[in-house]
């Protein structure tokens, strides 16, 4: 499953980058609608002989997120993918991650009418390193690592944007939970205690609506709220809410608060809430 999942996504952005490397002439295949942003964000400190106390820090974080759509007729087929990275260094700790972030999705849409249409979507959720939490005397204990989590969820359903900046669906969707070393802390089965399940299949139903809102020409807010409620055990409902209200300073430098919301009751009982704020370098590749 794994594979097949990750080879339509190469797949796609094969097709995607194929189509980007074309020379533009006015017969060329101008279905393919592209947009790609990278951004970066450092910051640094240091003191010497400062007699007021404080720890030199150096933080740094990467992003590189984009959109390939290609529209023809009665097909919409949207790709979309997030990457994020960083690690700061404070005082003579260890470097810590701060931010790891790999989300792909992809949404096909066949349009039938103005504002309600059938789709199909696959999506795929992990991280690049392992993930750890520090206890108060700075002891790590690792929790995570790449695909130990991972969740690939496949739907169904129907699609609706009563307006452009709004758009919602919703189907039958079947989620996979993929783990390995932390299998205990993510995959298994709480209701079974023969074995560990490194990989657990739910079916249930998924929500995600999307919100694109142009406040002013240079400020705009994202927002996504993605809800999964399992068909056996509707108290594990899982939510996820990324907000993200990005300003741009002039071409190349851009301010960007991020709210990140995730409840899983497989995880913890308790609402889980990451804050972004970021001003740093940030470029349209395309």
């Known amino acids: 499953m794994k ?5 339509a996504f190469i797949a796609a952005s094969t097709v995607a980058a194929q189509d980007m490397q074309s020379v ?13 942003i990278i951004s970066a964000n450092i910051t640094q400190i240091s003191f010497t002989d400062w007699a007021q106390g404080g720890d030199n820090a150096l933080a740094y974080a990467l992003f590189l997120e ?18 994020g990275y960083g690690q700061a260094k404070l005082g003579s700790q260890s470097i810590r991650k701060t931010d790891d972030k790999i989300d792909l999705e992809s949404v096909l849409t066949y349009k039938i009418g103005r504002f309600i249409n059938p789709f199909v979507s696959v999506s795929l959720k992990t991280q690049f390193a392992k993930g750890v939490i520090y206890d ?42 993929i783990a390995n070393n932390y299998a205990a802390k993510y995959s ?15 079916g249930g139903a998924e929500s995600v609506t999307e919100l694109g809102w142009t406040i002013m020409e240079n ?24 907000n993200t209200l990005s300003a741009k300073v002039n071409k190349y430098l851009s ?19 990451k804050q972004t704020l970021a001003l740093g370098l940030s470029y349209t590749l395309m």
């Open 188 to 202: 298994d089965d709480l209701e079974t205690t023969s074995e560990l399940e490194k990989t657990r299949i739910e």
């Open 3 to 7: 594979k097949v999942l990750l080879m």
């Open 66 to 83: 984009g959109k390939s759509t290609y529209a023809v007729d009665m097909i919409d087929w949207m790709n979309s993918y997030k990457f």
């Open 136 to 177: 108060a005397e700075g002891n790590a204990t690792p929790v995570s690592n790449f695909f130990d989590p991972a969740y690939i969820t496949q739907t169904i359903g129907v699609g609706y944007q009563p307006i452009p900046e709004i758009k919602t669906r919703i189907g039958a969707a079947l989620r996979e939970t």
């Open 24 to 36: 533009p002439h006015p017969a060329a295949d101008t279905s393919w609608k592209h947009l790609m």
């Open 219 to 242: 400020v705009v807010f994202n927002a996504k709220l993605e809800i999964f409620a399992p068909v056996n055990n509707f108290d594990r409902t899982t939510v996820r809410s990324d």
């Open 255 to 273: 301010m960007n608060l991020n709210i990140y919301l995730l409840s899983d009751p497989q995880i913890q009982a308790r609402t889980q809430i």
